[in-house]
DNA sequence: ATCCCGAGGG
DNA sequence: CCCTCTGGAT
């Protein structure tokens, strides 16, 4: 059996988090990518949970980037005020419904260039509507994933861009989708900042990090 | 108090 | 690089 390389270490890695994390999926509710982008935009700072509150009501009003177009503003703060940030996301959600209506045609791009320009649209959204609304591989780098890449030794870099290009070329495509949603749930299962939970750790063994108590 | 799958602006 | 935006859950 010959030496495990690092992008060989890390599948086993990854393959053993997914087993501890079989579940380990996108928890917003939507049926199209339009609602998948505004409940993605709604769950900065959020729990999905409360954003699965808000959207039935605001879908049932807004079923399009057209009628959202359209919106008055308190009345979509309304709506969406139990998700936080409610003012800069509600005004995001128009303009942004504004932007596709007129300019893609209504419909959400499937294109990370162009789905970043919209407002109130980061990297972090984005990928995830690429991912799981159009099942094209979108690696998702939010905090856990930063924090739990650079603890695997996976990336070097702060930059969450940079971190993207690295877990892109360390990673094979097909796994970039689920690799977040799994290390999302490792983090903030067990894998916290500034103190992870190692001595309950299931991957523990095979973790560079194990047992070092850090603040990223 | 601290955290929740961020993004934009200065 | 920093700051701000925000309510709810624990």
């Known amino acids: 059996m010959r ?26 509710n939507y049926r199209n990518p339009w609602q998948l982008l505004v409940a993605t935009m709604l769950s900065a700072q959020c729990t999905d949970v409360r954003v699965n509150l ?14 959202m177009a359209d919106a008055d503003l308190v ?23 504004a932007i596709l209506s007129t300019e893609h045609d209504g419909e ?21 509507v690429l991912g799981n609304a159009f099942g094209i591989p979108g690696m ?15 990336t070097r870099a702060e930059d969450p861009v940079k971190i993207e290009k690295d877990l892109q070329q360390l990673l094979p495509e097909e796994r970039w989708t689920r690799t977040g949603h799994t290390l999302i749930a490792h983090g ?13 750790c299931p991957i523990a063994d ?7 108590t850090c603040s990223k």
């Open 3 to 28: 030496t495990l390389t690092g992008r060989d270490a890390a599948i086993v890695l990854l393959e053993r988090l997914e087993q501890v994390y079989p579940e380990a999926e996108c928890a917003l």
């Open 54 to 67: 808000v959207t039935p009501s605001l879908f049932e009003r807004f079923p399009s980037p057209e009628a």
């Open 75 to 97: 009345e979509v703060e309304a709506l969406i005020r139990s998700t936080g940030f409610f003012r800069n996301k509600a005004k995001n959600l128009i303009s942004c419904a």
């Open 108 to 128: 959400v791009p499937a294109d990370l260039e162009q789905l970043v320009a919209l407002p109130g649209v980061g990297r972090k959204t984005a990928n995830v």
């Open 140 to 154: 998702v780098v939010d905090t856990h994933v930063k924090r739990l890449a650079g603890r695997f030794g996976w």
């Open 188 to 200: 903030r299962a067990l894998c916290k900042a500034p103190t992870p939970v190692c001595s309950a």
């Open 206 to 212: 095979g973790c560079p990090r194990r047992g070092v």
